[in-house]
C-alpha cells in the first residue's frame, strides 16, 4: 500500500510548467510539516516536495501561496538524476491525487470564508430577499427568525 496523507503550510509560492506533448500542467511546491517530538526535545521538521498534475496543478498556481495551510493526500514516489558533477542524486516526492486548501487569503475581506480568490463581491451577487444576503441563506431555503438553545 502506497497513500500519504498530509498536511502542512506552503515554504514558498507552487510553481507550475506545462509538458511539452500534451500541455498538462504539473505544480510543484514544498510543505513543512511538524513531527511530534516529546517534552524538552528540539522542534523538527519536514519538507516534502509535492507534485500536482493536470486541472488541480492549476488551481494550486492560481489559489495557493507561500505560508497557505494546505492538506495533501497522495502517493510516494522515488526518482534518481546524474547531476552536473556525475554524481546520482536520489529524489522522494509525494504525487498528488488530491489537494485541500484548509486556509484562504484575507479572511477579513470576505465573510464567508474563501477569501478574494473565490468570492465575489457582495454588490454583484444575486439578491432573492434581504434575508439571504445578510445571514448567507442559500437559494430555496427560508431563514429562520427565531434562536435555537444549542
Known sequence: MNSVVLIGRLTRDPETRYT????MAVCSFTIAIDRV???GEE???DFPRITVFGKQAEN???FLKKGRLVGVQGRLQTGSYTNKDGATVYTTDVVADRVEFLEWGD???SNDGFGQAMSAPREAAPQSAPAAQDDFTPEGFTAIEEDIPF
Open 20 to 23: 511539452s506533448g500534451s500541455q
Open 107 to 109: 479572511r477579513q475581506s
Open 43 to 45: 522542534k523538527k521538521t
Open 37 to 39: 517530538t516529546r517534552q
Open 60 to 62: 494550486c498556481e492560481r
